[in-house]
């Protein structure tokens, strides 16, 4: 099975499964979908991989549109990529060129546009991007906590060695030293937003010690956090009174 087609959802939710996999791309709109208890979005930014068998839910916007591909069970077990991967520009390109095509059916083959599909994403440049994106998806959401690096090597089928390489190649810095830069920015963000003391924040953050922390800040930002801290309330103050200034008659 590779078919192609052109699909909208409604707004009730809905729940199904079937035997052959699915690619869900988007067109317009959004489209919530759970699979099996995962739960996630179908955006501009986000396609979804639907394995053969699984109970999926799903309910869409208004006035959604999405490019779905019915594929074999064999390719999805081949590839095993994750359930809500990040959509390439070289897919977004792909998505317009199929809607065109599925709009106007006679000018390609529905099967030679799906077997396209699939090579695009079995593709090692995709997969890499798709782990890349993973990592820092990860990252984002555990900033405080060290990166299991065994769990997402298992999650992207690839040796420790092969993930720090894929992951320096895309961002410059290795998944440690990454995991520290965000950890950082963070620290920066909750000095301007928060009330916390430097002293919190270090904990918040997991570092042993306001030492520690203070340290890696300065050699980041190459000021200490408590500088830091008063030039970002200095900047926000004069941007309060810019407002304020504007308001008045």
Not at 27 to 34: A, H, M, Q, S, Y
Not at 56 to 74: K, M, T, W, Y
Not at 107 to 124: E, F, P
Not at 152 to 159: A, E, G, I, P, W
Request: glycine residues 4%; proline residues 3%.
């Amino acid at each position: 099975m590779n078919h192609l087609s052109l699909r909208s959802y409604q707004n009730e939710s809905s729940c199904h499964s079937h035997e052959y996999a699915q690619v869900v791309l988007p067109v317009r709109g959004t489209l919530e979908l759970e699979i099996e208890g995962q739960g996630g979005l179908v955006d501009q930014n986000h396609l979804a991989f639907i394995a053969p068998g699984k109970k999926h839910c799903f309910s869409g916007s208004e006035q959604n549109l999405f490019v779905v591909a019915d594929i074999p069970e064999r390719w999805f077990k081949i590839n095993k990529l994750q359930v809500f991967t990040p959509v390439t520009d070289t897919l977004k390109s792909f998505v317009a060129f199929a809607r065109t095509c599925l709009q106007n059916e006679a000018l390609v083959d529905n099967t030679l546009i799906c077997q396209l599909l699939l090579s695009m994403l079995s593709a090692g440049s995709f997969k890499t991007h798709s782990c890349v994106e993973f990592v820092k998806s990860y990252i984002e959401k555990q900033l405080t906590s060290p990166v299991n690096l065994t769990k997402l090597t298992m999650h992207c089928h690839l040796s420790k060695s092969q993930l720090q390489r894929h992951f320096r190649e895309a961002t410059g810095l290795a998944i440690g030293e990454y995991w520290r830069m965000r950890k950082l920015e963070y620290g920066k963000l909750l000095l301007s937003q928060t009330t916390m003391t430097i002293e919190q924040i270090a904990h918040a953050l997991g570092y042993s010690n306001l030492t520690a922390f203070s340290r890696r800040f300065h050699n980041h930002f190459a000021m200490s956090p408590s500088h830091c801290r008063k030039m970002l309330q200095t900047a926000n103050n004069m941007r309060l009174k810019d407002n304020t200034e504007n308001e008045l008659p």
